[in-house]
């Protein structure tokens, strides 16, 4: 969405986003089918206009991503093999939170939870 160049990335986020991308690209692998991303990166000035995000989002850091998933598969996925998220070091928001979407992200929550409530 060329927000990275009203918002540029420092150094710590390009960092993350790396780590967020490393993770992704694995989990595609294994789920094997087309994903579309919904929301990446948010600046914490239109994060703030996001109704529902969270004020301190993972979004904000570049250490989550949103697909599309309006029919609930990649959810669905991700709760029948969470050895999977594991392995590829993700953590997924309660399908029950995110009815069109799914939200991963890159460092545990702090329940440390495989998969956490908002
Ligand atoms: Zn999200």
Not at 81 to 104: M, R
């Amino acid at each position: 969405m060329n927000r990275d160049k009203e918002y540029p990335l420092d150094k710590e986020m390009q960092q993350n986003l790396q780590k967020l991308l490393v993770a992704v690209n694995l989990f595609r692998q294994h789920y094997g089918k087309p994903m579309s991303v919904s929301s990446g990166y948010r600046p914490a000035a239109i994060n703030s206009k996001v109704k529902g995000a969270a004020k301190k989002s993972n979004h904000m850091k570049c250490l989550a991503v949103d697909f599309k998933d309006s029919d609930g598969a990649i959810d669905k996925f991700c709760m029948n093999n969470l050895k999977i998220l594991e392995a590829c070091g993700l953590w997924l928001e309660s399908p029950d939170a995110t009815p069109e979407w799914c939200h991963l992200q890159c460092v545990p929550p702090k329940s440390g939870n495989r998969v956490f409530k908002p």
